[in-house]
């Protein structure tokens, strides 16, 4: 069974570019969850997908962050303009629907320059 | 107070020591709790869930405090292969969402 997966695996932008990462869960489940790993700080949840609905964005640092589930399958993350602090490991994770496990994709290393 | 503390190490162990390490966390709301492995560069992992009676997957144990809000993983007979960093992480009570620790780095030497 293939796993959670994340397009680009790493980014290096610019300052006040653009950038989209992608997330492909696991087929099936209806969670799917973004949480993100700055330098030195611990994973943080950003924010979680029911289907194609937006759950809980409680996490999400800024309006500059925008996250999208079309059809309730990929999800993407954009972030414009990005900002030297949103450099990061972005993680991407899914589960079946219930308090089962989350699955971890690999990441996106975000590195804004 | 952070929502979740560890130690973050590094603790250095020969291969065959026991090991143990602990996790406090600060919201007595929370109900799920997982220790997670993530080796370097890669994605978090479950290693296992943490049940109020404590359970056992092997040679890794993990106990439950509820009243001290404090979570242990014990690892026996450490392998090399268990070199990597150890999250303590539990659920936001708000939800699903998983609330981690900053993790504790365990090196296994030969």
């Known amino acids: 069974e293939a796993g959670v997966t994340q397009f680009p695996s790493h980014s290096v932008i610019e300052k006040g570019q653009t950038v989209t990462l992608r997330c492909d869960p696991i087929s099936g489940h209806d969670n799917l969850y973004w949480y993100r790993r700055v330098m030195g700080k611990e994973i943080k949840f950003l924010l979680h997908f029911v289907k194609e609905s937006k759950q809980d964005e409680s996490g999400m640092p800024n309006n500059r962050f925008l996250a999208e589930r079309t059809g309730g399958t990929y999800s993407t993350l954009k972030v414009q303009p990005a900002e030297l602090e949103d450099s990061g490991v972005y993680f991407c994770?899914?589960?079946?629907?219930?308090?089962?496990?989350?699955?971890f994709g690999p990441g996106t290393r975000l590195t804004v320059t | 107070r952070k929502e979740v503390e560890q130690d973050p190490g590094p603790f250095n162990v020969p291969e065959g020591a026991t090991v143990a390490f602990n996790c406090t966390y600060s919201n007595s709301a929370s109900q799920s709790f997982f220790w997670y492995r993530q080796d370097c560069r890669k994605e978090p992992k479950l290693l296992m869930s943490v049940y109020s009676s404590g359970n056992e997957d092997g040679r890794f144990t993990a106990q439950l405090n509820r009243a001290s809000q404090y979570i242990s993983l014990l690892i026996r007979d450490s392998k090399l292969s268990d070199s990597a960093t150890y999250l303590c992480?539990?659920?936001?009570?708000?939800?699903?969402?998983?609330?981690f620790g900053k993790g504790t780095t365990l090196s296994v030497s030969s």
């Open positions: 992480v539990v659920n936001a009570p708000s939800g699903t969402a998983l609330i």
């Open positions: 994770a899914s589960s079946p629907p219930g308090p089962y496990e989350q699955y």
